[in-house]
């Protein structure tokens, strides 16, 4: 089985707990530490459960989920079994979330772009609900460890169960079919694009639920798992606005919508969730030129991009890949093609 290069592809990025931390609100600067910070100090036993998971792999063909328990403890995954395929619902709304909203990713990518599971080969979604942090308290973040998701309750009051999100779940599962792809490295531009697909297909996902036209969406990522505490629109958009911006909490969207504004830093992985927004940008401009349903024509597009870049790909090598897939699938200048080359131009990588 492929692993995502970095163990944990986490949903809340990295750059939020360092402005949740440096709060005059205690509570909150608790939240950064317990659930936010350094991509949990539970990465390094998570691999180890490796044998658990696995022994309820290709049991059934076809969609195959399984939703467990973690009862507030952080580790070791999966849980005790609450749901699996086919099993009615439970009484815990957390289990039956995930296991519904991981069947609508499944229901996606089959429907959509023919593809069976996060392998292409019926690979078993797997959730793990009610995870805790290790200071015993709820998880304020939802993540893919490579091998399955695994959701936090949230604190109540900045965040809430992050299986309320479509956007949530479709990122994060994203994160699988990337790995089982071309497999980008999670570090600097190539782990950019990584979280950039996953960003685009959950937003594809929810859109594509819901039957929502590029003028109906509303292009933003996590909206749904902000809790009463929290005054921001989502935690990234694929608009060119910011997200947020001096919130008490939450401080600035860092994300770049240019090139030329590319971080180069060392946080975050030399910046994999803030430079995504290049790539999200340049998707929300291809999709919103097209009109429609995003998932007819930018998805494929996006797509088959995805399948053609390699591990070490950067952001140029997806602006020509993209044109050129544009061309083939929709004919050379044609409106399609165009629009995908406008919208790297606009984000500062001419193809």
């Not at 994160?175 to 996953?198: D, K, M, P, Q, R």
């Not at 053609?308 to 044109?323: I, P, R, T, V």
Request: proline share 5%.
């Amino acid at each position: 089985m492929h692993l995502c290069h970095n163990p944990l592809c986490c949903f809340v990025p990295p750059y939020i707990a360092d402005n949740l931390k440096d709060s005059d609100n205690p509570v909150v600067r608790q939240i950064a530490l317990a659930s936010l910070g350094n991509e949990y100090r539970t990465a390094r036993r998570l691999l180890g459960t490796l044998p658990v998971v696995t022994s309820l792999a290709g049991l059934i063909a076809g969609k195959e989920r399984y939703v467990f328990d973690m009862d507030g403890d952080s580790d070791p995954l999966p849980g005790k079994l609450l749901r699996k395929e086919g099993d009615p619902p439970s009484q815990d709304e957390a289990v039956n979330e995930a296991y519904d909203k991981s069947g609508d990713v499944y229901d996606f990518y089959k429907e959509v772009f023919d593809r069976d599971s996060l392998d292409d080969a019926g690979l078993p979604l797997r959730s793990s609900v009610h995870v805790g942090d290790t200071f015993g308290g709820p998880m304020s973040n939802a993540f893919f460890n490579g091998q399955q998701m695994a959701y936090g309750d949230g604190d109540g009051n900045l965040f809430i169960s992050f299986t309320k999100s479509l956007d949530v779940v479709g990122h994060e599962l994203t994160h699988g079919v990337v790995s089982f792809t071309s497999n980008l490295e999670y570090y600097f531009e190539s782990g950019a694009l990584n979280e950039s697909f996953a960003d685009v297909m959950g937003s594809l996902i929810t859109q594509w639920k819901n039957k929502q036209t590029v003028d109906r969406a509303d292009w933003y990522i996590g909206n749904e798992v902000l809790g009463p505490g929290a005054k921001i629109k989502g935690i990234r958009t694929l608009t060119a606005e910011k997200a947020y911006e001096n919130d008490r909490d939450f401080g600035t969207d860092p994300q770049p919508k240019h090139y030329k504004d590319l971080y180069t830093g060392p946080r975050d992985r030399k910046g994999v969730h803030i430079n995504s927004g290049i790539p999200n940008h340049a998707f929300y401009l291809v999709a919103t030129k097209i009109g429609g349903y995003a998932w007819e024509k930018a998805g494929p597009i996006w797509y088959k991009t995805l399948l053609a870049l390699n591990k070490k790909s950067k952001m140029k090598d997806a602006a020509e890949q993209s044109y050129t897939i544009a061309g083939t699938l929709f004919g050379s200048n044609s409106l399609e093609q165009q629009a995908v080359k406008e919208a790297w131009d606009a984000v500062g990588l001419t193809v």
